[in-house]
């Protein structure tokens, strides 16, 4: 019996419409090059629903996406609809009920793709940012007292807790690991923030005596920036607490280059629930609906969602495509100085994919 995946389809808004269906044409050629099948269900959710029905998803909707293996979405967020409902309405929701604890992207120059820093080459940038994605600084915890007297103030607490800590350590040093620098770096502020960032680092320390094969150093979130700038070539894998696992997953694609080219992934690790891939840019309504956006960064992140799954060689496979196409002058979009179109660049990966 062939190996099934149900996939749960969320194409969303703007280029998201333009970008999964090449997604699905290269996730299709892998699937028969290498022998596994992919059920899929196809949900409309997006701002044009909340117009509709004044609801991103059904009531329901977490519910409906419990059944499936992985989430494959595009971009959430349109003009006319405030982004912070449609981001509450549809991509939270699903990153906190179903603990998607790791968010993961690969920061790495593509031959071909134009970094903004002078003279680098794709060996100099290839790492991973993980970032913690349910607790830490982004808590619920705080509230504001005599609001409108002179007394007034406001509160936000950090919540680090052991489980939620250790998890993602263990999750980046096991990452490390399959990685041949088996290199990992936390991002930390323990001079500044005197309890969280202490006990980040204590815990730190304590994963590390587990994985006497990585080598480990830290900076405190400052100086990392400058050194993501100066020095990518310095990172393998890095680790950061939501905050600064949020302001690194940003700076470390820009270094690498093209937004239509950068994935990501939200993960639950122990498969209790269904993990969501995506590209990292959003629904770009300046150029939406004249099939000129970039496909790559939706098909990257199919190959991670591959990868997710078990389907390691399917997963390079795609991975390889691009890096081929983009060495070898194949079809690119206008973001990347070409003249190609969307589906030129989905077809000719699913191409290079089923003959792989
Ligand atoms: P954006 O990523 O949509 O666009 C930024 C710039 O990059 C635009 O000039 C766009 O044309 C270009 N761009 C983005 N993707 C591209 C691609 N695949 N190929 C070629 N060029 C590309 O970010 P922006 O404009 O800040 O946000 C637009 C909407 O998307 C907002 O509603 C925002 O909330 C939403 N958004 C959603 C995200 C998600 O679903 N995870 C992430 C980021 C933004
Ligand atoms: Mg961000």
């Known amino acids: 019996m062939s190996r099934k995946y149900r996939i749960a389809v969320v194409p969303g808004d703007g280029i998201g419409k333009e970008t999964v269906p090449e997604g ?33 998803m059904p009531e329901d909707g977490i519910e409906q996406l419990r059944q499936s293996d992985s989430i494959f979405l595009g971009a959430v967020g349109w ?14 929701p699903i990153r906190r009920e179903f603990d998607q604890y ?49 007394r007034e103030f406001v509160t936000q607490d950090a919540v680090f807790t052991r489980k939620g800590v250790d998890r993602v350590m263990k999750y980046a040093f096991e990452l490390a690991m399959t990685r ?38 830290q900076f405190h979130i400052d100086i990392l920036c400058a050194h993501f700038v100066q020095h990518p070539d310095w990172f393998d894998v890095v680790v950061g607490s939501n905050l600064f696992g949020d302001i690194l997953s940003d700076l470390g694609p820009a270094v690498a280059g093209s937004i239509g080219i950068a994935p990501s992934a939200n993960i639950n ?24 956006c970039n496909p790559i960064g939706q098909i990257w ?10 389907e390691k060689q399917a997963a390079d496979a795609i991975t390889r495509s691009i890096e081929t196409l983009l060495a070898e002058g194949g079809p690119r979009t206008r973001d990347m100085g070409g003249q190609a179109n969307t589906s030129d660049v989905g077809k000719a990966l699913a191409e290079a994919v089923a003959a792989a």
Request: proline share 8%; hydrophobic share 35%; with cysteine.
């Open 301 to 310: 992140s199919g190959a991670m969602m591959l990868e997710h799954l078990g």
């Open 24 to 56: 699905l044409r290269v996730l299709d050629a892998a699937a028969r090059r290498f022998g596994f099948e992919l059920e899929l269900a196809h949900y409309d959710w997006s701002c044009e629903t909340y117009a509709q029905t004044g609801r991103m």
């Open 102 to 150: 790791i968010s993961l992207r690969p920061c790495k120059l593509m031959p071909g793709a134009k970094t903004p820093l002078a003279n680098r080459t794709p060996a100099e940038i290839d790492f991973y940012v993980v970032r913690e994605n349910t607790e830490g600084e982004y808590s619920s915890s705080g509230g504001k007292m005599f609001a409108g007297t002179e």
């Open 269 to 292: 690790p122990e498969k209790a629930h269904p993990s969501m891939f995506e590209p990292v840019h959003g629904s770009a309504p300046d150029i939406a609906g004249k099939h000129i």
């Open 180 to 217: 041949p620098r088996r290199k990992l770096t936390s991002a930390t502020k323990s001079n500044g923030i005197t309890f969280t960032m202490p006990y980040w680092d204590e815990r730190f320390a304590e994963m590390a005596k587990s994985y006497p094969d990585v080598t480990t150093d």
């Open 79 to 92: 003009p006319g609809v405030p982004d912070h409902v449609s981001l509450w309405g549809l991509l939270i």
